[in-house]
């Protein structure tokens, strides 16, 4: 049980339209990561909030954007849809101090786009 | 030239046998390196990280990470079937903990089976 979880598991959207997910931290994790998983493919990075900004930023297009909020939840937000946005979301959390601090995953959501 | 890199798969072993993934990293900045299994249709589960050169024993799977030459691998001792997963290596510029942890590079996956 990592404690961190996303909404919603599944979604399925057409190209063009924009798309929200959502993801709690792990109680007491003050950082936020998102990652995109294409199929076959290991998880890239997105970016990074913590402290509600945002703290680095992987190779991906502004129509992904984001948000943290006071209770360190997230969203992930991705406008004008494209077909190779079809992927698995992950998000996860970490605390941004503390050697022992890797990342845990949450169980993700898939996202189809036709 | 991609930043981290897995031996091709898919890597096919029997029950019992020891299971070796490779992973080659091209930053030479990088200063944690980590393995996760995931599961078909999951998320990523971290299993081991490693921040030293040498080894690093955790029960049945062992990590060694060699910083001159770039290279990180996972020996699964013991091989059983319900380690058939992928296995993701990823690594980041960041140690002792901090904000970089969540900014890592992983390669694209190894898919190991365990056959009985």
């Known amino acids: 049980e990592t404690g961190v979880t996303q909404s919603p598991t599944h979604l399925i959207k057409t190209r063009g339209q924009q798309v929200t997910l959502r993801c709690s931290s792990q109680?007491?994790?003050?950082?936020v990561s998102w990652y995109q998983q294409a199929l076959g493919q290991g998880p890239q990075f997105i970016f990074q909030?913590?402290?509600?900004?945002?703290?680095g930023r992987g190779n991906f297009p502004p129509r992904f954007s984001g948000l943290q909020f006071p209770n360190y939840s997230s969203e992930l937000n991705v406008n004008a849809l494209e077909l190779d946005d079809s992927a698995l979301y992950l998000c996860?959390?970490?605390?941004?101090?503390?050697?022992?601090?890797?990342?845990?995953f949450g169980n993700g959501t898939r996202l189809t786009v036709t | 030239q991609k930043e981290v890199e897995q031996n091709s798969g898919p890597l096919s072993v029997p029950e019992g046998a020891i299971a070796s993934l490779n992973c080659t990293y091209s930053?030479?900045?990088?200063?944690?390196f980590f393995w996760y299994r995931q599961y078909s249709g999951k998320s990523p589960e971290l299993i081991m990280s490693?921040?030293?050169?040498g080894d690093k024993e955790d029960g049945r799977f062992t990590a060694q990470l060699n910083k001159a030459s770039q290279y990180v691998s996972l020996l699964i001792r013991d091989s059983q079937p319900s380690d058939s997963a992928t296995y993701l290596c990823?690594?980041?510029?960041?140690?002792?903990?901090?904000?970089?942890?969540?900014?890592?590079?992983f390669g694209q996956g190894t898919i190991l089976t365990v056959h009985p």
């Open positions: 996860a959390s970490s605390l941004s101090s503390g050697e022992n601090s890797p990342l845990h």
């Open positions: 109680s007491g994790h003050n950082t």
């Open positions: 909030y913590y402290r509600e900004e945002e703290n």
């Open positions: 930053d030479r900045v990088s200063q944690s």
């Open positions: 490693i921040y030293s050169n």
């Open positions: 990823a690594v980041t510029r960041g140690n002792a903990g901090g904000t970089s942890y969540g900014k890592l590079t």
